[in-house]
């Protein structure tokens, strides 16, 4: 990104557009993967509730998958599910990710 | 009352790309709170965890207007915006209900921001005050603050030959809160995701102002791995170390009273800042916080008791 100059920054440094921290991707610092399984899952949400990255994606009220531009792999999802769902396993995001 | 099931009906508005570390539960406490308060309100926050890593300018991660303003007047900062509000309701310049909520991390809350959020409770302002408790300052390196357990190691009361962790127990923050006197009072954990939504929900339905007291585990300075913050945080209720409560006008309720209460040691096993209380030596250490545990839930046991009447 380049630079502004000072006369480019709003007053205040008010950020306008709100929510823009979307557009960083903080998917790279992970060292485990969250392998999500539709089958097994029966979207009880305890992980999306859960998650401090806003990660898990929902579509009506169920859950469509995982966010991995932002997710940081923290796991938090998978302790989180059901022991006897099990659907989410962490996987070392290098075997995973070619 | 929002369950999750609820709340997933709801729009996003903690956009993901903000910079906490892996784990960070303070940011699933503040999803929580904003997926219950909705885009009608205006969020203030004091330097600290949450401040700095979801602002790194020149991104935010708000989809609600937010302010950051100092360390010390979060409060102060919210109680000016929402006497705005009111002025301009009153000119008719503006009609929809907005929330007001502050916030401010234990460092920002317990110690430098206690003066402000005082002076905002007593001066009555309709505002929602959020203290996301994580136990020490944390976005500076972990030095001990005065909501900071006893007994816990912090980069500046290191536990050795000399101390063996903070030696003094955390300031009550809660019952200063309760003490004012205000319409709400409450400490809730986002690892009960509806009780907490549940809170914020009364809260901002409340004239008047309202506090709330969440605990936040911190894998980094509480020291387990970051996928179990959930379990650090429903651990710290099962053990009576932080009973979800809640205080309405005056009258006491226990959210969840545990059927078999756990021993403190249970919380503090597998969490690095305790370690050294589990050495030979520092065995009575561990005693002396569960008995101050047991005598604070005694005391509110007699206390709802007392309240309900």
Known sequence: MREKSWREIPIGGIIEDAGNAETYETGSWRTYRPIWDPEKCIHCLACWIACPDSAILLEDGKMIGIDYAHCKGCGICAFECPDKISAIEMKIETDVND | MPAPKQLAERKELLAGGHRACAGCLPMTAMRQMLLTAGKDTVVGCATGCVEVVTTIYPYTAWRTPFIHNAFENSAATISGAEAAYV????????????????????????????????????????????????????????????????????????????????????????????????????????????????????????????????????????????????????????????????????????NRKPKEKLPVSKWFEGQGRFRHLFKEANKGIIDEIQAEVDRKWELLLKREELTQA
């Open chain 2, 87 to 254: 002025s301009l309701r009153k000119q008719g310049k503006i009609d929809k209900k907005i929330n007001f909520v502050a916030m401010g991390g234990d460092g920002g809350t317990y110690d430098i921001g206690l003066q402000a959020l005082s002076g905002a409770m007593e001066r009555g302002h309709n505002m929602l005050y959020i203290c996301y408790d994580n136990q020490a300052y944390m976005n500076t390196g972990i030095q001990r603050s005065g909501g900071t357990p006893k007994g816990t190691a912090t980069s500046t009361t290191p536990a050795g030959k000399v101390i063996p962790g903070k030696t003094q127990f955390p300031k009550p923050l809660t019952e200063i809160m309760i003490a004012h006197d205000i319409p709400f009072v409450a400490q809730a954990t986002p690892g009960y995701p509806k009780d907490f939504s549940d809170k914020v929900e009364k809260a901002l339905a409340i004239d008047g102002p309202a506090f709330i007291n969440v605990l936040t585990p911190c894998t980094r300075g509480w020291r387990f791995p970051p996928e179990q913050s959930m379990e650090y945080a429903r651990l710290a209720v099962k053990t009576c170390f932080w009973p979800l409560y809640e205080v309405e006008y005056g009258v006491i309720k226990i």
